[in-house]
């Protein structure tokens, strides 16, 4: 095939010097490949006259044959490349997380990329992808995950405590709380409290099985909870929620998982970069808010 792009550039050009060029190698491996193939063949495929070279019968036949593989090669690669348009991109995605922060962002992701479609699958954990047919996960790295699945990092975990507005006003009455705990993260509010040095007495602790339902609790004035930023951004910009002691990194993070490297479809890479943007963008209003 190698000896064959040679020739085929040659033929076209009537010229060992423009192939060269055209395929950034030196005149001499060009002629080399040249050579290659017609000692493979037995034939010739150029006549040299004059410091010009022009094709011989057998080689005019050779040139339209590849001329023709050519077209037939690059039809096929666009109509492949057509068809994982129009497939859809399966993300997996943390389920609080996508409903409170992947969701009302997705509008931005379609105006910018109009013709990729995106199919969203409510799942956390580990991931098996040929059995889930999904094309990414996003997920945060409090698991290990297996050293064949391509990673890359979107953004730090932010954490504060966050109440309803009209729960504490304007004061920062944290002495005492009811603190509002999730079991997926049964030891938020003591990491935090540890990496923040921070005491307060605990008067009442209330439990909720995922963080979603905490969320809501949260907004109905029950008490404060230990949050994420990115699931708690919108409340905070509308002003229904506040975060009294701001949001701090709390050593996990979160990643974008693949089965095969992101370059090799446009798609995850289109993804990747506007969640990575979107991830900034959430950080960015926090950090304008408190400055």
Not at 73 to 97: F, H, N, R, W, Y
Not at 155 to 162: D, I, N, T, W, Y
Not at 216 to 241: D, F, H, P, T
Not at 281 to 289: C, H, V
Request: hydrophobic letters at 40%.
């Amino acid at each position: 095939m190698n000896t064959l792009r040679f020739f085929e550039a040659v033929a076209r050009h009537q010229s060992l010097i423009k192939a060269s060029q055209e395929l950034c190698v030196t005149q001499s491996a060009v002629s080399r490949q040249i050579k290659q193939l017609e000692d493979t063949l037995g034939i010739s495929l150029f006549e040299r006259r004059n410091r010009a070279i022009f094709l011989t019968p057998d080689g005019v036949r050779l040139k339209i044959a590849c001329q023709e593989m050519l077209e037939i090669l690059k039809a096929a690669m666009e109509q492949l490349g057509s068809c994982q348009s129009d497939q859809p991109l399966v993300v997996s995605c943390e389920p609080t997380i996508m409903m409170r922060w992947l969701i009302p962002r997705l509008p931005v992701f379609n105006k910018k990329q109009p013709d990729i479609q995106i199919h969203l699958f409510a799942a956390g954990g580990p991931i098996d992808f040929a059995r889930s047919h999904v094309d990414l996960a996003l997920r945060r790295d409090d698991f290990n995950w297996d050293r064949n699945i391509f990673s890359e990092m979107i953004g730090q975990e932010l954490m504060g405590p966050v109440s309803k507005a009209e729960l504490l006003g304007s004061a920062f009455p944290l002495a005492k709380i009811n603190a509002l705990h999730t079991h997926t993260r049964p030891d938020g509010w003591q990491h935090w409290l540890k990496i923040n040095n921070f005491n307060m007495e605990i008067i009442k602790n209330t439990w909720f099985e995922h963080f979603y339902i905490m969320l809501e609790a949260i907004g109905a004035g029950v008490g404060i909870g230990l949050c994420s930023l990115y699931m708690v951004e919108k409340g905070l910009r509308n002003g229904q929620l506040i975060a009294p002691c701001g949001f701090v990194p709390d050593g996990s993070s979160y990643h974008l998982l693949s089965s095969e490297p992101f370059h090799i479809d446009h798609r995850k890479t289109a993804f990747l970069t506007w969640i990575r943007e979107e991830f900034n963008d959430s950080k960015n209003f926090y950090l304008n808010q408190n400055n």
